[in-house]
């Protein structure tokens, strides 16, 4: 039985990934493009990366109601400044809205009729618990200024500028997923990038002061941005979805483009654009951001949701390692060192997967003799069912 389990979990692997992880060959780095830097918030510099092989990864404390959701989903719905942009504005917030209940979130919506939005948006944040497997997504829909050394998103009242959303996030060591989809937004990636987050911009440079579109067309992908079919749209493939579209928009209308969205997921506080990343996903000598936004979905699979978040954090973790080794490959002596490393990584995902499936069939009770007397009325036999733990279905 237990050879089963590394094909078992390659092909919930290669569900993620566009390619075969232990068939992955070393690349090497590149120098994706630079955010615009702010000039009170140096970007974080990232931790070393290291890669440890840990077999039995240790569930996170988690909080009496995590339990119940697969993500915490804060949207800012900010000043449409003219009222040519309240509809779309209000529209975007709708899909997140929907996406979020439908992927069983926690959602709080923060619209523009709020005339504290900076404290209502801080005094949500921290409400938050700072150490938790539960994804904590952002969302900012509306319009960006940047004025050195300050790039802002406008709201109703004060706005909210990088260096605070990067203070008052400084102590969480949780998953986040920060999207701000409007104009003058890069320097939130120097700002907030952090390993273990997804930072997405609509602009590279604080400079891209127009309104964007980019923010729309993420809105639009949460739910039909399924690139490899498993099911869920990751972050990732709905990054590059609403990038191509936002390209696409500009080509169809002969205009020329005034904002390029980044995406950074790897903590070096770089973003990379949807050109950089096509090179990367042709090309195997490359290493950009893409893994760890490929596993994060809003609207949840099927086999996503049997999961829990602590569950899936430990998956993430272990998933992460067989990419890093895979590029390290050609380092080992031979094949069977490689293997020999990877194989217990494999066994641990593939043991979470099946964490959650279905207890075992109760044995069959004995067969009623044919003189055993019938029940009288009001009070027939009450047969229990098999428990089954939640998440979970009994076996057919």
């Not at 949780?174 to 989809?181: E, Q, S, T, W």
């Not at 498993?230 to 609403?242: I, M, N, P, T």
Request: proline share 7%.
């Amino acid at each position: 039985m237990m050879r089963r389990y590394p094909l078992n979990i390659l092909t919930k692997l290669q569900r993620a990934y566009p390619f075969s992880l232990l068939a992955a060959v070393a690349v090497a780095t590149t120098l994706p493009c630079p955010a615009q830097d702010e000039r009170e918030a140096a970007p974080v510099a990232p931790p070393e990366v290291e890669v440890e092989v840990e077999v039995e990864a240790a569930p996170a404390e988690t909080g009496p109601d995590e339990g119940k959701v697969n993500a915490e989903l804060i949207i800012v719905q900010g000043t449409p400044g003219e009222e040519t942009y309240t509809e779309d504005f209000a529209a975007s917030a709708e899909l997140w809205k929907e996406a979020g209940e439908k992927g069983m979130s926690k959602v709080i919506h923060i619209g523009p009729e709020n005339e504290q939005q900076r404290e209502k948006l801080k005094e949500s944040i921290a409400a938050m618990q700072p150490d938790s497997p539960v994804p904590l997504w952002i969302v900012l829909i509306g319009h960006g200024t940047y004025h050195r050394p300050a790039a802002n998103f406008n709201l109703t009242g004060e706005d909210v500028s990088a260096l605070d959303l990067g203070e008052w996030l400084d102590e969480f060591k949780r998953p986040i997923i920060l999207i701000h989809g409007g104009a003058a937004s890069a320097p939130y990636v120097n700002r907030l990038s952090r390993e273990g987050r997804v930072i997405i911009t609509a602009t590279k440079k604080g400079s891209e002061i127009n309104y964007t579109r980019f923010g729309t067309f993420m809105a639009r992908a949460l739910q039909s941005a399924d690139l490899n079919n498993d099911g869920q749209a990751s972050v990732y493939e709905c990054f590059l979805h609403a990038a191509r579209q936002t390209s696409a928009f500009y080509e169809t209308n002969g205009l020329l483009a005034t904002e390029s969205a980044l995406i950074d997921d790897n903590g070096d506080g770089r973003g990379s654009e949807l050109e950089l990343l096509v090179r990367f996903e042709t090309s195997t000598n490359r290493i950009v951001d893409g893994d760890y936004s490929r596993l994060w979905s809003l609207v949840l699979n099927e086999d996503e949701m049997k999961l829990t978040p602590d569950q899936r954090r430990r998956r993430n973790v272990l998933e992460r390692q067989i990419l890093e080794l895979s590029r390290k490959r050609t380092e080992y002596a031979d094949e069977s060192q490689f293997y020999a490393v990877t194989e217990p990584i494999l066994l641990e995902i593939a043991r979470i997967y099946t964490e959650n499936e279905a207890s075992p069939e109760p044995e069959p009770k004995p067969a009623v003799e044919a003189e055993t007397p019938p029940v009288e009325n009001g009070d027939e036999e009450q047969v229990e069912s098999p428990v089954v733990t939640p998440g979970e279905s009994p076996e057919p």
